[in-house]
């Protein structure tokens, strides 16, 4: 486990950075995500991936925007953040105006919405835990995901590629500034960080078992090359 050399390892969003750096790199190198990277998946593999993060957002979102007068989960709530207008224009795009009706929720993603309808009415933090993983992840690796799709797959934010594009967030750097420092101040126990971290964790596994299902379905047996450094520890910030 390796923390960052360029963060100073103060507060809780740093404690809990470093707790999950093992999570996060056994994600990092899913074998999907480094194919669709590569451009060596058929362009339908990220068709199913957005379908699958459409029930991912769907749900999380609504969760969020339910429980927003909860001040733990109103520190975090913010429209900019909002992935799932953005999923539905690029299947629009990528799918054309029946897209709903090709909607069809894999194992995995039912496992991870199940959890998420879970943590809509349990303690705060849950909450928070989720949106922390996968929002936090869209503003960072996101980025480089959204850049190595465009090469890959010659899209753009009007041709499918508006999910990995903040529109209302002008400075990414900044704004993971300021939501770990909100996840700093957090009046949260020791007891209940560890709850939050726990859920981070459970939430990275639910994200990794979502990409190996991708995974099994996409990328051809045998092409298991997906090892490579991890960029999370790399000076640039997002
Ligand atoms: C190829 C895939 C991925 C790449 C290249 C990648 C890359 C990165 C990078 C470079 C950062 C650090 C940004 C910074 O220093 O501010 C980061 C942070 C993060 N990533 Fe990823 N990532 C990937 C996949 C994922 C996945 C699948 C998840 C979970 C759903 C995830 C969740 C996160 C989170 C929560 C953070 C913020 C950690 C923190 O600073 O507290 N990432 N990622």
Redo the contacts with the bound molecule.
Sequence with gaps: MSA?VD?PEAGF?AA??AA?TDD?RT????GF??GL?RGSLPIDAYVDFARQLWFVYDTLENAARARRSDPAVGAFVDAALERRPAIEADLAVLDGPDWRDALVARPATTAYVERLRWVASAWSGNLVAHH??????D????V??GRALARAYGLDETSGLSFYRFDRIDDP?AY?EHY?ARLDTMPWTDTERDHVTEE?RR??GL??AL?AELAAAWVPAGDVDAERP???D?P???
């Design positions: 960052p963060a969003s809990l950075r999950t996060h994600a990092e190198r899913d995500l480094v990277m922390y993983t996968r929002y936090l992840g503003l960072s690796g996101g480089h995901i750097v993971k770990r981070v939430a990275y994200n990794t990409l991890g960029e999370r790399q640039h910030r997002g």
